[in-house]
């Protein structure tokens, strides 16, 4: 029979005001090392530095905070990037051969990036008719002259083309074709042989109109652009790179064959065949290409030569390295990864004499490093963001809000110890541009990130910039192979060439079993607990003295001596015996040994009572570090967890098991649904009937729920332990509370455990002799076995219980003991609250029978009021295997709101999610960065920074976004505004005020939803973007394209004069 009810009235409008007021979903800001970056810029200028990745995203640094991000509307791969001196202004190059200007605009105080113009230069020649522009067969190389008014594309047929940058127009009858600069070559040197692609082209500082133009070939022209010919001409080899020296008396350039060469610059009229110095520095033997060579000059006399490439092609023909001479130092900086740019800080004013360099920024493929050149040894400067947080890949993360600050300092201390700063205070970060807006942040977050080699990093997480602090080591405690792999690279320091190994970035493990699965931190004692993936559980303790101390080594059978179980998976890792020396930061103090040894699932430690609980594939144990005694050992495996005996590195699992039970599966929901079908159709024919008749005003019909199978007893992996939880409730009865442990399993088991824990010595560390005591309270199976993924107490008045130490210091508000206690049980398909002590269901939702997702994530959040600050709510937040968040009311579960966050497909960035306390949360979008979001309205960390930049006072600043669809200009989502120029001050114009702003016909975009895209998706289909405007713009003749840009400036013309009047 069909269920119905009344229709219930509207929505409340208070509720839904309050939940505008609550919550809001934002994605601000991308944490960590852009992935796959492929182009490197820096405005000397304004001090920042641009990032250009192969999914098209731009991202520009300054200062710590100040971080603005854009997104190209085709995924293409951006080669180069160019700013505009002082201009807040870069240009861009994509492997489509497409030209892109961004500007840095501020609105309301801050700024932002967009993207202004584009140009889709033509490709082939004739493909644009009778247009009779010049084709660009490929642009190789990109050159801004004239203070950033014109650019100089270099091609691969070996053109050389002008584009005004103001409107990103080609500059016709300004084209330097190879003919012409042939003409100024020796006859023998023709011979009938093309000169090549354009390689290099680079601008003088104190001459704007010489450019100096280094074909593959081997030519180097000196071309003066006013006189249109060559004054000098050199012939070398097969040319990688040029650099132009500051005086403009030197040209250096290096070659195919891993030599560089130095070209005095004198007033002869005829080619130059011998440089002055041509040299191999890693030679004799055939050594690789030198990709790119700088020169720079200092007072002293010493000059720097820094290259790429050049190395010693049978022996280190693998290597990335960079190399750094001064006179007779030379230093091979030997990196992980490969070398994508490389630029220095250096002075540019032309009144300065000489270069001095400060600082050599290398951008790699997997980070960025940076040396203090001013200081001897050139050590690296500790990098404030963009630390490469896949340095060993992640396998997991936490957070911890609210960090005291007695904690936050010791962490810090920790850190620097680890690092220490050199003496001479030269060695600061040099890119320092623009200025952060954002308020102090009012509480302190640490990121947790375990990794693959047995680490944990703490990283600052309470802003925008994500800031390493300190770096905690398990490997040390174990026997590895490292200290062979040490020896080896000790002995081969003193070889030729000298390398120096540089940078972070490792991702070779000497053990997989050293990975960290779990990581927890109780922030009010300093202990923390590291779970791995061969079954050890570390205890450690912070402190602030190195230490030499031995482990003590526990282990514990989960299997309690069952039979008919073989571990087939890997060996458990041997400890070091005896005292073992221990940096300040955290020390271990105890190691728990799970048997067998298979990979921690789920761990959580309560510091008030020195327990530790956790769990693997096989059961969980309950764990007494204060005396290192285990106190409870359960075994959760069905007799039928063959695979939970293979552990995850094992190779052996059964293919014939796996198909079989699939097939049963199958047969299963066929033969359930065919007994279904005679019913099912009379009863949907009944309801369709019914329906009809009842009139949509009066009745309501309940949402659909899918018919969820329940899961066989028998499925493999159904004893992994999911979660555990510690809880101060009534579990006995209704008049006594005492502590308690759950544990919910991968088969919809939860196990409630009644703890006997002994008072601790007033003023001491260890407690009474009397050990703790665990007794089953209660075992509850869900229906549908689904996975139990989270457990949370809720106190009488519906809220989450307190942390360990948060009630008995005051920190935070009593839990009510008075009134009956409940539990909340997360599975993967519903939500469910029981009372206790009786455990009798309260309140349910079932979230895949209404929505068709799996629960993937669960987590209890606060959210606080934008409209006032006292009134908060304590709600649960999910993520679902579809990738949406949604919220729900505590302790009511009431659908609150929900939101689209992470693609479905993205399968790594599902489930390396993590909810923080106050609403927000962390997601890999790629192996080396985190993408942050916000679901509070109050509760927000984005990049609240401004930029001083000089725009000329003529420059048309006003973007042609008529030919443009409407797209997100930023890759986080952050809709871009347009805005009018900033005046030369750096403060923006007064007619910037968009209520006043009239609205040319599709001149200026509304901006869309940020539901609709996000930076996770690096493969954007962009097949809707295009319109016949855009066809007709590329296929048009040079007349009404003409046309078209002078009907446009003259709208935009009108559009400010509206502005200004």
Not at 26 to 46: I, M, W
Not at 183 to 190: C, K, L, N, T, W
Not at 816 to 824: K, N, T, Y
Not at 889 to 903: D, E, K, N, T
Request: aromatic share 6%; glycine share 8%.
């Amino acid at each position: 029979m069909m269920k119905f009810r009344f229709r219930r009235q509207g929505a409340d409008p208070q509720r839904e005001k309050l939940k505008q007021e609550l919550f809001a979903f934002h994605k601000t800001v991308e944490h960590g090392f852009p992935n796959q970056p492929s182009a490197l810029a820096f405005d000397p200028e304004l001090r920042i530095m641009a990032i250009g990745t192969r999914s098209g995203a731009i991202k520009i640094y300054g200062a710590p905070g100040v971080e603005f991000t854009g997104l190209h509307r085709d995924a293409a791969t951006v080669t180069q990037m160019h700013f505009l001196p002082g201009q807040g202004r870069v240009l861009t190059l994509l492997d489509d051969d497409s030209l892109h200007l961004w500007e840095i605009v501020h609105h309301d105080g801050c700024a932002h990036l967009e993207e202004a113009l584009h140009l889709q230069a033509p490709s082939r020649p004739g493909f644009d008719g009778a247009s009779g522009l010049p084709s660009l067969v490929h642009i190789t190389v990109v050159l801004l002259v004239a203070a950033g008014d014109m650019a100089a594309l270099g091609t691969e047929g070996g053109s050389i083309f002008f584009l005004d940058v103001p409107t990103l127009t080609l500059l016709e009858g300004h084209t330097l074709g190879p003919d012409k600069v042939l003409r100024s070559v020796p006859d023998d040197y023709r011979c009938g042989k093309a000169l090549g692609p354009v390689e290099s082209l680079q601008g003088h500082l104190r001459d704007p109109t010489k450019i100096l133009i280094g074909y593959s070939r081997g030519l180097l022209v000196i071309w003066n652009q006013a006189a249109r010919c060559a004054e000098r001409i050199f012939l070398g080899n097969q040319l990688e790179s040029v650099c132009w020296e500051r005086s403009g008396h030197t040209v250096v350039s290096s070659h195919s064959d891993g030599s560089y060469a130095i070209w005095a610059v004198d007033t002869g009229d005829s080619p130059v065949t011998q440089p002055t110095v041509a040299t191999t520095p890693y030679g004799p033997f055939p050594c690789k290409a030198i990709n790119k060579v700088l020169w720079r000059s200092c007072a002293s006399g010493e000059h720097f030569v820094i290259f790429s490439g050049g190395m010693p092609r049978a022996s280190y023909g693998d290597r990335h390295c960079v190399s750094v001479l001064q006179a007779e130092t030379l230093a091979t900086l030997d990196f992980t990864s490969r070398v994508i740019d490389f630029f220095t800080v250096h002075s540019t004013r032309p009144e300065d004499e000489f270069d001095e360099p400060q600082a050599l920024a290398v951008l790699l493929e997997e980070e960025l490093v940076v040396l203090d050149l001013q200081t001897p040894g050139w050590p690296a400067v500790p990098a404030p963001y963009l630390a490469p947080l896949h340095s060993s890949a992640i396998t997991c993360s936490a957070h911890v809000a609210n960090v005291p600050a007695k904690l936050w300092a010791r962490i810090v201390s920790a850190g620097e110890q680890q690092s220490p700063q050199p003496a001479s205070g030269a060695s600061s970060w040099p890119i320092t541009g623009g200025r952060n807006l954002a308020q102090e942040p009012s509480q302190r977050g640490l990121l947790l990130t375990g990794h693959e080699d047995g680490t944990v990093r703490f990283w600052d997480a309470s802003g925008v910039a994500l800031r390493p602090l300190y770096k905690l080591s398990t490997a040390g405690l174990f026997q590895t192979d490292c200290e062979h792999a040490d020896s080896l690279a000790q002995a081969t320091e003193d070889d030729w060439p000298p390398f120096r190994k540089v940078g972070c970035f490792d991702p070779y493990s000497d053990d997989p079993r050293l990975g960290v699965q779990k990581v927890a931190l109780c922030k009010y004692t300093a202990q923390m607990v590291v779970a791995g993936t061969a079954g050890q559980v570390l205890v450690l303790e912070l402190s602030d003295m190195p230490a030499e101390q031995a482990v003590g080594v526990a282990s514990l059978d989960l299997l309690q001596d069952r039979e008919g179980f073989t571990w087939k998976g890997h060996e458990r890792l041997s400890p070091r015996l005896g005292p073992l020396p221990w940096p300040a930061g955290f020390q271990p103090r105890a190691l728990v040994q799970c048997l067998p040894p298979a990979a921690v699932t789920a761990v959580t430690l309560h510091a008030e009572w020195g327990l530790v609980a956790f769990g693997t594939s096989h059961g969980f144990g309950l764990f007494d570090y204060l005396r290192r005694s285990p106190v409870l050992a359960r075994c959760t495996l069905h007799p039928s967890d063959s695979l939970a005996m293979e552990g995850p590195l094992s190779r052996v699992k059964s293919l014939k098991k796996s198909l079989r039970q699939s097939f049963r599966r199958i047969r299963k929901s066929r033969a359930s649904g065919k007994k279904r079908t005679v019913a099912g159709s009379k009863l949907q024919e009944a309801n369709a009937q019914l329906a009809e008749q009842a009139g949509p005003q009066d009745v309501e019909v309940t949402p659909v729920q899918r018919r969820i199978e329940p899961r066989s007893a028998d499925d493999s992996l159904s004893g992994v332990v999911r979660c555990l939880y510690f809880a101060d409730t009534f579990l006995r009865d209704a008049a006594h509370h005492g502590p308690t442990m759950w544990a919910g399993t991968n088969s919809g088991s939860v196990f409630a455990y009644a703890l006997e824990v002994p008072a601790a010595v007033v003023g001491g560390e260890k407690r009474p002799e009397r050990a703790v005591e665990a007794v089953l309270g209660k075992e509850v199976q869900l229906m549908h076995r689904a996975p139990v993924v989270a457990i949370a107490v809720l106190d009488g008045r519906g809220r989450p219980l307190p942390e360990p130490y948060e009630a008995s210091r005051d920190l935070a508000q009593a839990p009510d003991m008075q009134g009956g206690h409940a539990v909340l049980i997360a599975s993967e398909e519903q939500f469910k609250v029981f009372t206790l002590p009786k455990v009798s269901a309260k309140t349910k939702f079932k979230l895949t029978a209404h929505e068709g997702c799996r629960v993937r994530k669960v987590a209890l959040a606060t959210f606080a009021s934008v409209a006032c600050e006292d009134y908060t709510e304590t709600c649960l937040a999910c993520l679902t295997n579809l990738g949406d968040v949604h919220v729900f009311s505590v302790p009511g579960l009431r659908p609150q709101v929900h939101y689209a966050c992470i693609r479905k497909e993205d399968i790594s960035g599902i489930a390396s999610c993590v909810f923080t306390r106050h609403g927000q949360g962390f997601y890999l979008i790629s192996p080396s960065e985190f993408e942050r979001f916000s679901l509070s309205a109050r509760n927000i960390t984005e990049p609240l920074c401004s930029l001083d930049v000089r725009w000329p006072r003529d420059a048309t600043h006003v973007s042609h976004r008529s030919r443009e669809s409407p797209k997100l200009s930023q890759a986080n989502g952050t809709p871009g505004i347009i805005l009018a120029p900033q005046s030369r001050d750096g403060s923006p114009d007064p007619i910037c005020k968009e209520a006043d702003t009239p609205e040319p016909p599709e001149a200026m975009l509304s901006p869309m939803s940020i539901d609709s895209a996000t930076s996770a998706d690096t493969t954007l289909d962009t097949t809707g973007d295009m319109t016949v405007e855009d066809v007709k713009d590329f296929l048009g003749s040079s007349e009404e394209s003409e046309k078209n840009l002078r009907n446009l400036s003259e709208e935009e013309a009108r559009a400010c004069a509206i502005l200004i009047k």
